[in-house]
């Protein structure tokens, strides 16, 4: 599957953006998704996931109650709602597919999609 993320761009501190995760070749509703992001300096991390299988999601407390992730599947898109922005949210966004239903460490993620670069600035 090939992943194609996009949405990223500039934003005001409070301000909302949806990033979009779409794939070519397969269907996304097989595969456990997750959102990544990865900040100058710092070591790439999970914000986001969901299910396969049950919707089940997870979020990391820095984005809990602020960045929402939902499935299209008519579109076959996976998009990361997020809203009330802060400049600590600037990195480049990445999304990754994984064969497992439910997929919380980076190893399990099989496809990434290139990077989308969102920047919270006033």
């Known amino acids: 599957v090939q992943l194609q993320a996009s949405g990223g761009g500039l934003v005001q501190p409070g301000g909302s953006l949806r990033v979009s995760c779409a794939a070519s070749?397969?269907?996304?509703?097989?595969?456990?998704i997750g959102w990544f992001r990865q900040a100058p300096g710092k070591e790439r991390e999970e914000i986001s996931c969901?299910?396969?299988?049950?919707?089940?999601?997870y979020y990391v407390d820095s984005v809990k109650g602020r960045f929402t992730i939902s499935r299209d599947n008519a579109k076959n898109t996976v998009h990361l709602q997020m809203d009330s922005l802060k400049p600590e949210d600037t990195a480049v966004y990445y999304c990754?597919?994984?064969?497992?239903?439910?997929?919380?460490?980076?190893?399990?993620?099989?496809?990434w999609g290139q990077g989308t670069q969102v920047t919270v600035s006033s």
């Open positions: 969901i299910s396969s299988v049950d919707g089940k999601t």
């Open positions: 070749r397969s269907t996304l509703d097989r595969y456990a």
């Open positions: 990754a597919a994984s064969n497992s239903v439910y997929a919380r460490t980076p190893g399990e993620y099989v496809y």
